[in-house]
C-alpha cells in the first residue's frame, strides 16, 4: 500500500477472490471430479488476473469471467440471465434482503475492502479536526451506498454523531444527480442542481467532504482541497488495531436456482 493511490488501489491492491478455492498453475481438476460450471460478472481489477487467464484454476467449478467497467459489471451480476452472479454492492445487497429479495445469496468472499479515513477532505487553511465534526455540513457523494456507511462508522469511531450533521449528497466534481437505494433521513439533502461537492466546499457552504477517490482540486501542498486527516495511514492502522474491521464494500453474489 505504500506510495499508492485510492485509483490505484482500486486497479491493483487486495488478493485474488475465493483464495481457498483455487489451485495454482493452472493445474485441471482430476478427470473423475464432476465439475460444475459458473459464470460470474466482476470489474476488470488487475488483481483478478490470474483466475482471468487461468493461471490460477477453481478445483472443482468451470469459471467463465465476465469482466468489464464497475458499473456495468455490478448491474450485470444482478440482473443478466446469461451470469451466475458476481460483484455487487454489499448494502445493496442487505436492502434488498430487508425487502424481501431472497434471489441473491452473498458468499463471504469481499471483492472490495476500503479503509475510510483517506476519504475526508476540507478546503485548505481550514482547522477543522475528526472530532470536531458534530454540528457541520458535509457532503458526501452517496447516501445509501456501502463506503457512505462505512464513513458513518468511522465518525462514530471517532466519538461523532452522524444526525447531528447537516448533510449534502452530490458529485464530486461535476454536478450530479444521486438515486438513493433507500430514503433520505430530515438531516440529508441534495445538492443544488448546478453545483458539486468541490463547488459547494470551496464556497464556504460545506465545511467537508466525503469521497471515495481524491477530489480534481486536491492536493497536499498547494490544495485548494486538503485532507481532514493528513497522516491517514497511522489513522487507519489505528482503527483496525482498535476495532478488528477492514471495511467491506463489495461481495461475491450468486444466484439462487429455480
Known amino acids: 500500500m505504500n506510495g499508492l493511490s485510492r485509483r490505484q488501489f482500486f486497479e491493483t ?5 475465493g483464495a481457498s478455492l483455487i489451485r495454482p498453475g493452472g493445474v485441471e481438476p482430476a478427470a473423475s471430479a464432476q465439475v460444475s460450471k459458473l459464470t460470474l ?5 488487475l488483481r483478478f488476473t490470474p483466475l482471468a ?3 490460477v484454476r477453481p478445483t472443482s467449478v468451470g469459471l467463465t469471467w465476465v469482466r468489464g467497467p464497475r458499473t456495468d459489471m455490478l448491474n450485470r451480476a444482478l440482473s443478466d440471465p446469461a451470469v451466475d452472479g458476481g460483484e455487487a454492492s454489499m448494502l445493496a445487497h442487505l436492502l434488498r434482503l430487508d425487502g424481501g429479495d431472497r434471489s441473491l445469496v452473498a458468499v463471504p468472499v469481499f471483492l472490495l475492502r476500503n479503509f475510510t479515513a483517506r476519504d475526508l477532505y476540507m478546503s485548505k487553511g481550514s482547522s477543522l479536526t475528526p472530532t470536531g465534526l458534530n454540528g457541520r455540513r458535509i457532503g458526501i457523494y452517496n447516501w445509501a451506498a456501502s463506503g457512505a456507511v462505512w464513513y458513518r462508522h468511522l465518525l462514530r469511531y471517532f466519538g461523532q454523531d452522524p444526525a447531528s450533521m447537516k448533510w449534502v449528497v452530490g458529485g464530486t466534481d461535476q454536478p450530479a444527480t444521486v438515486d438513493s437505494r433507500a430514503s433520505l433521513p430530515a438531516y440529508v439533502t441534495n445538492a443544488p442542481a448546478d453545483k458539486s461537492l468541490s463547488d459547494l466546499l470551496l464556497a464556504g457552504d460545506l465545511d467537508a467532504i466525503f469521497v471515495p477517490l481524491p477530489p480534481a482540486k486536491h492536493h497536499p501542498v498547494d490544495g485548494p482541497i486538503v485532507r481532514v486527516i493528513p497522516d ?8 483496525f488495531t482498535e476495532t478488528r474491521c477492514y471495511p467491506p464494500q463489495h461481495v461475491l453474489l450468486l444466484r439462487k436456482q429455480t
Not at 491492491?13 to 477472490?17: C, H, I, K, T, Y
Not at 460478472?41 to 481489477?45: E, G, I
Request: hydrophobic letters at 45%.
Open 232 to 239: 491517514f495511514r497511522a489513522v487507519e492502522q489505528r482503527y
Open 41 to 45: 460478472a466482476f470489474t476488470q481489477y
Open 53 to 55: 487467464t487461468g493461471n
Open 13 to 17: 491492491a487486495g488478493a485474488v477472490a
